[in-house]
């Protein structure tokens, strides 16, 4: 049973910090590609970065760099999301998603599975 599980999201000022939690558990050995996407009320689901846990090579999306940053820790199964100088912008709900070889990083038609996402409002 996969399961891909976000915590960490809340209201915070604009400037802000916040850091974003996904836990998977039950994928796939094959399943090894991790992103974070977002979708803001009214608008498509948007890709913000990606990562290859195994090696640690990330992908960000233009609107983030320089202000998010994600990592993982492989013994915990979890990946996360650093979030610096929130503007308004960046509300949205934010899904962690999980995928297998193949596809860009950023696109979430690629990715097989989705956890149910965690709400980010910035005041």
């Known amino acids: 049973h996969v399961q891909l599980v976000e915590s960490g999201g809340e209201s915070v000022q604009a400037g802000g910090s916040l850091t974003l939690s996904c836990a998977a558990s039950?994928?796939?050995?094959?399943?090894?590609?991790m992103a974070w996407f977002r979708q803001a009320p009214g608008k498509g689901r948007e890709g913000v970065v990606g990562?290859?846990?195994?090696?640690?090579?990330?992908y960000y999306a233009d609107s983030v760099k320089d202000r998010f940053t994600i990592s993982r820790d492989n013994a915990k199964r979890t990946v996360y999301l650093q979030m610096n100088s929130l503007k308004p912008e960046d509300i949205a709900m934010y899904y962690c998603?999980?995928?297998?070889?193949?596809?860009?990083?950023?696109?979430?038609?690629?990715?097989?599975?989705w956890g149910q996402g965690t709400q980010v409002t910035v005041s």
């Open positions: 998603a999980a995928k297998g070889p193949g596809g860009a990083y950023l696109e979430s038609h690629v990715y097989s599975y």
């Open positions: 039950g994928l796939p050995a094959s399943t090894q590609y």
């Open positions: 990562i290859y846990p195994g090696t640690g090579t990330t």
